[in-house]
């Protein structure tokens, strides 16, 4: 299959590696100049779970295509859109006129209602996912990440259509477990109140990694995403649907929180995770949307409000 890869972020390049390693054939659509500033070819230290729990370590220079213009006739089958939760509505109304024939997997955090985030694209040629892997680019450049087993697919309610079914089957031959969900609205919304949560406590630890192994701040962070979790009821969500995702967070904290300070700290993929993660902005923007969220909808949320000092938005000037 021909697939584009859209922008050069984090998820985009860890996938796009991972679908080329599978045979497919993987570009990436950057912006104007910067396919130069990104250079020919991505600094990979990857720890890959795919096969092996723990997961097994990939060091690797890989040369990658860039394009800077896109016009429908491209021929790709399949664009995967991976970009900060800001950037969406950016991202798909430049692909919408151009997305061809593309079935186009939109493979993001979200709040926004994901019907409306996806207004501008061809109906019918929409996929919903969302990643099993995480991590960042250091200041030498080198995209170190982990690939988990796992990754997501879902719809807006029903089976999944012909086109979805497809791009499913890509990532089951690139050797990554499915799971599944037929309200992805409410999958997305949970997820993004359980990044909420956790970056609450983080922030103020100063880095996501700083939660790793501390059960005290673990334990914040799970019941500030249990304050989080009426909001998503009074966005709709039906949090019956999501019970066994909700566990770690619904169950009593003494017994969740160690269990996830453990997994933080001690897990390789998930540490990975936590300590490559470079992008302290995208943290705080995930906080500060949140909230406004919960006022608009007079939720109260006090740990994510006492938290609002390390995620304000500074004054200009
Ligand atoms: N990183 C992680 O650990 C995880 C991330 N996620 C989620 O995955 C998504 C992607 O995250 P991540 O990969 O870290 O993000 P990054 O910021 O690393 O990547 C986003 C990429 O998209 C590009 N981009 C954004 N808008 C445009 C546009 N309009 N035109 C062209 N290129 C564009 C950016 O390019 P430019 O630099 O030019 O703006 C950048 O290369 C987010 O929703 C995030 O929450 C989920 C799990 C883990
Ligand atoms: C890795 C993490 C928690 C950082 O926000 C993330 O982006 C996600 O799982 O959505």
């Given amino acids: 299959m021909k697939i584009l890869m859209f922008g050069r972020g984090v998820i985009a390049t860890a996938y796009g590696w991972a679908l080329e390693r599978a045979g497919h054939e993987v570009e990436f659509f950057v912006r104007p100049g910067r396919?130069?500033?990104?250079?020919?070819?991505?600094?990979?230290?990857?720890?890959?779970?795919?096969?092996?729990?723990r997961g097994q370590r990939v060091v690797e220079t890989w040369p990658v295509r860039y394009r800077e213009s896109l016009e429908p006739d491209h021929g790709f089958d399949l664009v995967v859109v991976s970009v900060q939760h800001y950037g969406v509505a950016e991202a798909l109304s430049f692909l919408g006129p151009r997305a061809g024939d593309a079935t186009v997997l939109v493979f993001n955090n979200l709040l926004v209602e994901p019907s409306v985030a996806v207004e501008a694209l061809p109906a019918g040629q929409v996929a919903w996912g969302f990643p099993g892997a995480g991590g960042g680019f250091g200041d030498d450049g080198?995209?170190?990440?982990?690939l988990l087993p796992v990754l997501f697919f879902g719809t807006l309610g029903g089976p999944p259509t012909e086109r979805e079914r497809a791009v499913r089957a890509v990532f089951r031959g690139a050797g990554f477990r499915i799971r599944e969900?037929?309200?992805?609205?409410?999958?997305?919304?949970?997820?993004?109140?359980?990044?909420?949560?956790?970056?609450?406590?983080?922030l103020r630890l100063g880095s996501l990694t700083g939660l790793a192994g501390r059960r005290r701040d673990v334990r914040e962070a799970v019941l500030a995403i249990?304050?989080?979790?009426?909001?998503?009821?009074?966005?709709?969500?039906?949090?019956?649907?999501?019970?066994?995702?909700l566990?770690?967070?619904?169950?009593p904290a003494w017994l969740t929180a160690p269990a996830l300070a453990?997994?933080?700290?001690?897990?390789?993929?998930?540490?990975?995770?936590?300590?490559?993660?470079?992008?302290?902005?995208?943290?705080?923007?995930?906080c500060r949307d949140t909230l406004a969220e919960a006022?608009?909808?007079?939720?109260?949320?006090?740990?994510?409000?006492?938290?609002?000092?390390?995620?304000a938005a500074q004054p200009a000037g």
């Fill in 35 to 53: 396919a130069a500033v990104y250079g020919p070819t991505v600094d990979l230290e990857l720890l890959d779970a795919r096969r092996r729990v």
């Fill in 142 to 146: 080198v995209l170190r990440a982990a």
């Fill in 181 to 202: 969900t037929t309200d992805v609205r409410g999958w997305l919304t949970l997820h993004f109140l359980q990044n909420a949560g956790l970056h609450s406590q983080s």
């Fill in 226 to 245: 249990r304050e989080l979790l009426p909001l998503a009821e009074a966005r709709g969500v039906d949090l019956r649907r999501h019970r066994s995702e």
């Fill in 247 to 251: 566990l770690p967070y619904t169950a």
């Fill in 262 to 286: 453990w997994l933080f700290g001690h897990f390789p993929p998930m540490r990975t995770v936590m300590e490559a993660h470079a992008n302290p902005e995208e943290l705080r923007a995930v």
């Fill in 295 to 311: 006022r608009r909808l007079g939720v109260p949320v006090p740990r994510l409000e006492a938290a609002e000092p390390y995620f």
